[in-house]
């Protein structure tokens, strides 16, 4: 499962691991916008992603972390909102793991500056998805993109070599690519 945290919308995404395959099975968001007091979009918000996981009953989660922004109130909202997701995770034993926006970007698209549309459409074409099947809010494409990210890493053996991009990837192994 993975989440991008928000105080007015929260991404999530859930994939389906079987063996080097992931399928998408949900993406959505939680909206709370309606909701004015942020103490109480706080206990919505572990409210719903405690029904998430009861739902769908993930093995892991996986967090897209705050980026260091300008304003610092936004930071602390958001690492509120992110510590409250954490929570639920935790009262329900589900292991979590922390991506920075930059690392989620790279994974999905080679591109760690990468805009939302670009990830967005870099999720469509792996998860084969139509324009139908697109959120309205990349909140959910971007959780979706956490939770992706997670995948790859787990399916990374450990002590391969680290490559500082896609490009440097394909140039160094030209001759395992087909």
């Known amino acids: 499962m993975g989440i991008d945290p928000g105080t007015n919308v929260m991404g999530y995404g859930i994939i389906k691991c079987i063996g080097q395959k992931a399928e998408m099975v949900a993406m959505g968001v939680i909206d709370m916008r309606k909701e004015s007091d ?14 998430i996981i009861d739902e769908y009953l993930p093995d892991e989660i996986a967090i897209e972390a705050p980026f260091f922004g300008k304003n610092v109130q936004s930071m602390l909202k958001l690492g509120r909102a992110q510590g409250v997701a954490i929570a639920a995770a935790i009262q329900h034993s589900v292991p979590v793991h922390e991506y920075a926006p930059m690392k989620i970007k790279m994974a999905i698209t080679g591109i760690g ?61 030209k001759s395992r690519i087909k």
């Open 38 to 51: 942020p103490y109480l979009r706080l206990g919505h918000i572990h409210q719903r992603v405690t029904g």
């Open 113 to 173: 500056t990468a805009s939302k549309d670009q990830v967005a459409g870099m999720l469509q074409r792996i998860f084969k998805l139509r324009n139908d099947d697109m959120p309205k809010f990349m909140d959910a494409t971007d959780a979706l993109g956490a939770a992706y990210c997670h995948f790859i890493q787990l399916s990374t053996p450990i002590g391969r070599k680290k490559y500082s991009s896609w490009k440097d990837f394909a140039l160094k192994n």
